[in-house]
């Protein structure tokens, strides 16, 4: 009967996940629910201002202090329904907590600003959760400085990524595509940047994603890689547009102006130093924008991958 | 202006009032409502201890080592007395010996006083050994990981209880200063009284931070 | 005893020039120190909406950087909250009306009276001195460790908070101090008008759970500057240890913005259909009730933060309580203009909007609390607009109802009833079109706190944007309606309005000690016969 009054789907964003029908039946009855008892108050409301509007200023009014009846009425048919939406809703939620046993495992580290996942056999992605159609898939997640939240709005699932914790999240999509990937927990300056993409896939794809092998890649699809992995891509875009530091669009070769004056051709070793010792020099218009060192983070080969890659992005 | 009349008994009613009776008892209420507001303030303190000593029993165990129970105990004797001494000075008010009373709000002042001697010597101790909050903690000894936040959970919690004994200290000096300009009769002692609580609570949240922090077994 | 009382003398006139004011201990100058203070904040808060509003107009960056966006949202809120909504309503109405309300010549604690509003103010200069030192970028909930990483000036603002929570401490004890003990003869706590219900049930929240903000903050200064680790999981805390520290308050604390604007709607809507209160009893204790069940329902904020499955079921179980209460005041209002004799003046037009919007408010309060559902919109523009429904529609509707209804009788003049009329016209479509696309954007999973979204939300972000600017001009006039008011000096009645509480048996505007003689009750505040 619920599907009659399919009413939260035509808005909601597309269902991608096995949970999504159930969130969305509740949350068309607590709408349905909420468009009648919003219609009974309001309605009774807009009747009696217009049938007992003020004829003159010496009216006589009902002296009606109060009914035990309509008042017990009035609360405990309310008390029900919240009491049905909340047990609905803790059904819904439990399911969400019952982690399958023979599901595929996810390490996922949310960072200012992006997301690295590992999977079990090693293999990293950045910012770019892949997953088989049809497969349980649990995330157990951390955060590397600050609370991060894990939120695909397509999957109706959102859990926190807390320093110094672990927390679980899974969910089944049996439905191939890609879906947006967001951060809902206030995070800083890129906050608004820490977009994703959750991309399922076939099995075969899946598999074919787990077992890339590294030597079969050119240099500047490990510097991708790399590039996403290494959190490059939560500041620096490569389509020109401007995130929280310059683009690598056409950077490669360019004259670079800094916040002091001085300019510098853009090279392998300006982007070495650049990538090890960000605060040496400012890039014009970004001197207020702290870069993290990342000496001791990137070997020497990755990067030159980096540097490939760079030099890819014309 | 808030205006105020002298009433039969000589006592000052401010215009809000009907009587004396009613001015007491509102600002009594008025005082407990406050020591309300402050059990509150500590009791945030008191879950985030229970919360810590659950997950890490062990620092506690060993943090109370480096604590001197003798000096804690001394401590809860001076409070003690200095409790029973302001109860003693709210009686001698009411009965309207005021120089008695003027003695014992001074010996517990001097016992408020030296409470926080007391704790200066601790914390200079602790201070010599290391043994500072947070990104000053620079102990090297320890055996167990987060001992600091023991001592986080230690200055704060006796941190806080000292600023409220001098805050107290304070008030018991106002109330000596206003008893020697003989405003406070057997009629009228308010003031003394909502001291006199203020105390016995920074009073009584000692008696519970000395077991809790120095008698951790 | 008293001031024997001159023709024409009134609480404004008792005594003159700037110093009478700031040293003032009569409760309804007070009340308007705050009423002016309280409008200035506003003015901040609300040019800092319009900001934000223009920056979210258009997918990408217009006009301000990410990092200013976050400063002026952090803003946003915390003056909105801290310095507007919670002292808003009783600190500004409630301490004109309270003890007028049940027959007394001044609150309990005059001087602690003065002392919250010097509170107030340092509070607020304090923090404002944040934005000299780096500003504040943590949104108005400080949660940690963002709140320890930050670079920006966190420790003076939020010890600006920890002052401006004295404010409210001091409001809440007079409040109940002067409930308790100051009732005229003959006014027993079942004769008090609901507005002093709802502000005495306000006032044992502010006492309760402000005191544990305060020690919050001074946790999150102490982490900060020595870094005692309670809250730095690299230490051995818990960064959500925080989060339940500060909603233990802030939940509370919602109630405290939201339960006297119930309160004055419920004053209106007996006053404007002429009729007794249909429930006194329930409304009153409904209040009460809520108050009580606000401190166990703070987990509701933390389905998603990792707390354990049994404590989010009882959270949200309690949660579901609150609906309850609430839904019995919407209907014993509805219930009380049935057979009355309503007219739609100002005051009564802003009450009406009110059950409007806070309906609205409620029922999405109730999706939120639902588990299973919050998992998705929790930290989305849903949020967002559900608690603008509640704090704007619900509070600020109440504030501005509360204004024209009691302006004649504060300054003892009368507006332009056109005016008042269409700034309500302005308000009520303005805020619809404002927030309601914004609870479609949520389910569409925008999160909050964005300075730039996805194209697929831009047609929503910007028809929100417009509304914005009805908002603000509604508030344009509603302000020129009250400036034309002093210049037009055109004289109140004592009672414009046939109102039957205490207020409005004496003289507009009131001499300075209230009644020429205390009054004594020997009935119910609604007697509308």
């Known amino acids: ?314 | 202006m808030s205006t105020a009349r002298i009433d039969e008994q000589g006592n000052k009613v401010y215009m809000q009032y009907t009587d004396a009776s009613q001015q007491d008892a509102t600002g009594k209420h008025g005082v407990w409502l406050f020591l309300v507001t402050e059990v509150m303030m500590f009791s945030g303190l008191f879950v985030a201890y229970a919360i810590f000593k659950s997950i890490y029993p062990e620092i506690f165990y060993e943090g109370h080592k480096f604590l001197d129970w003798r000096m804690g105990a001394l401590n809860t004797v001076v409070l003690l007395s200095s409790s029973l001494t302001m109860a003693l000075s709210i009686y001698y008010v009411q009965k309207g010996k005021n120089a008695v009373a003027m003695g014992h709000l001074a010996f517990t002042l001097l016992c408020g006083a030296a409470f926080m001697v007391i704790k200066y010597f601790e914390y200079t101790h602790k201070i010599h050994e290391g043994l500072t909050p947070g990104h000053f903690f620079t102990y090297a000894n320890g055996e167990t990981a987060n001992l600091a936040l023991y001592f986080g959970i230690y200055y704060c919690m006796t941190g806080l209880h000292g600023i409220h004994v001098l805050t107290g200290m304070a008030l018991i000096a106002w109330v000596m200063y206003r008893l020697k300009k003989g405003e406070f009769s057997p009629t009228q002692y308010t003031a003394v009284e909502g001291v006199g609580l203020f105390w016995h609570l920074v009073d009584l949240i000692w008696i519970y931070l000395f077991p809790l922090l120095y008698l951790v077994s | ?529």
């Not at chain 3, 306000?202 to 309760?208: E, G, K, R, S």
């Open chain 3, 1 to 529: 005893m008293g001031h024997a009382h001159v023709e024409g003398s009134n609480y404004l006139n008792h005594e003159k020039g700037l110093w009478s004011w700031l040293t003032t201990l009569d409760h309804k100058r007070i009340g308007i120190l705050y009423f002016i203070s309280v409008m200035f904040f506003f003015l901040i808060g609300g040019l800092f909406a319009l900001l934000i509003r223009l920056e979210l107009m258009e997918p990408g960056q217009q006009y301000i950087s990410a990092d200013f966006y976050n400063q002026v949202m952090t803003l946003h809120g915390s003056i909105m909250v801290f310095m507007v909504i919670i002292p808003g309503i009783p600190a500004f109405l409630g301490n004109f009306f309270l003890p007028i309300m049940i027959g007394a010549k001044d609150v309990a604690f005059p001087k602690l009276n003065l002392l919250s509003w010097y509170c107030l103010i340092c509070g607020a200069g304090i923090a404002v001195s944040a934005l000299f030192a780096g500003g504040i970028d943590t949104g108005w909930t400080f949660y940690t460790p963002y709140s320890i990483k930050t670079s920006t000036a966190v420790i003076v603002f939020v010890l600006g908070a920890f002052v401006m929570g004295f404010s409210s401490i001091l409001t809440g004890l007079n409040f109940i101090a002067t409930t308790h003990k100051l009732r005229a003869p003959g006014m027993t706590m079942n004769r008090m008008p609901l507005f002093v219900w709802a502000l005495y049930s306000t006032a044992i929240i502010q006492v309760l759970a402000t005191p544990v903000l305060a020690i919050t903050l001074l946790l999150l200064v102490a982490e900060r500057a020595l870094g005692i680790g309670f809250f730095d999981a690299s230490l051995g805390g818990d960064p959500v240890l925080f989060q339940h520290f500060f909603w233990f308050y802030s939940h509370p604390a919602v109630y405290i913005m939201i339960l006297p604007a119930l309160g004055v709607i419920s004053e209106l809507i007996a006053a404007f259909s002429r009729k007794t209160i249909f429930g006194y009893t329930a409304i009153a204790y409904s209040s009460v009730a809520i108050a009580a069940v606000s401190f166990f329902v703070w987990g509701h904020h933390m389905f998603v933060s990792g707390q354990s499955e049994l404590a989010g079921a009882i959270f949200s179980g309690i949660t579901m309580l609150v609906g309850v209460p609430t839904a019995i005041k919407l209907f014993n209002w509805v219930a009380t203009m049935y057979k009355g004799s309503i007219r739609l003046d100002s005051p009564m037009l802003y009450a009406i909007g009110f059950m409007f919007l806070f309906t609205i408010g409620g029922v999405t309060g109730v999706m939120l609390a639902t588990m299973a559902i919050d998992v998705h919109l929790h930290d989305t523009y849903f949020v967002v607009a559900h608690f603008h429904y509640v704090m704007v529609g619900g509070t600020l509707m109440a504030i501005m109802g509360g204004i024209y209804y009691w302006f004649p009788k504060m300054f003892g003049y009368m507006y332009s009833e056109t005016l008042a009329r269409l700034s309500w016209v302005f308000i009520f479509m303005g805020f619809n079109i404002t927030f309601f696309p914004q609870f479609i954007l949520g389910t569409q999973g925008m999160p909050r706190r964005y300075h730039d979204y996805i194209p697929e939300y831009a047609w929503l972000n910007k028809v929100s944007t417009f509304g914005s600017w009805f908002i603000f001009a509604g508030f344009v006039i509603g302000l020129i309606s009250i400036i034309l008011a002093f210049r037009k000096k055109e004289k109140a009645p004592m009672n414009p309005w046939g109102a039957k509480t205490l207020e409005w048996t004496i003289q507009s505007p009131p001499i300075h000690d209230n009644f020429e003689k205390i009054p004594t009750v020997n009935g119910g505040p609604y007697e509308y016969r």
């Open chain 1, 1 to 314: 009967m619920l599907h009659m009054f399919a009413f939260a789907q035509s808005y909601m964003p597309i269902q991608g996940s096995t949970f999504a029908k159930g969130v969305d039946s509740l949350f068309d009855f607590t709408i349905w629910a909420s468009i009648i008892s919003f219609v009974i108050l309001i309605g009774g409301l807009v009747i009696f201002v217009v049938k007992y509007q003020r004829r003159s200023d010496n009216d006589k009014t009902a002296y009606i202090t109060h009914n035990v009846f309509l008042e017990f009425l009035w609360s405990f048919i309310p008390l029900c329904i919240f009491m049905g939406i909340f047990v609905w809703g803790y059904v819904l939620y439990k399911d969400m907590r019952q982690f399958p046993d023979n599901a595929i495992e996810v390490n996922v580290m949310g960072y200012q600003w992006g997301w690295t996942m590992t999977y079990s056999n090693g293999k990293q992605s950045g910012n770019e959760l892949v997953v088989p159609v049809g497969k349980p898939v649990v995330l157990t997640m951390t955060s590397k400085d600050v609370i991060h939240s894990f939120y695909v709005p397509s999957f109706r699932i959102k859990q926190d990524a807390v320093p110094g914790k672990r927390s679980k999240l899974w969910f089944q999509s049996d439905r191939l595509g890609d879906y947006e990937m967001f951060c809902t927990e206030y995070c800083g300056t890129a906050h608004s940047k820490m977009i994703g993409k959750v991309r399922v896939v076939t099995q075969a794809e899946f598999n074919e994603f787990l077992a890339k092998d590294k030597s079969k890649m050119t240099l500047a699809e490990l510097g991708q890689e790399a590039f996403n992995v290494k959190g490059c891509v939560a500041c620096h875009s490569v389509d020109g547009t401007v995130k929280v530091g310059p683009s690598f669009k056409g950077l490669w070769g360019s004259t670079v102006n800094h916040s002091d004056g001085t300019t510098a051709v853009f090279d392998e070793n300006y982007a070495r130093t650049s990538i090890l010792n960000p605060q040496e020099k400012f890039v014009a218009g970004f001197a207020n924008v702290i870069m993290p060192t990342y000496q001791g983070q990137v070997s020497e080969e990755e990067i030159t991958h980096l540097i490939e890659y760079i030099k890819s992005l014309k």
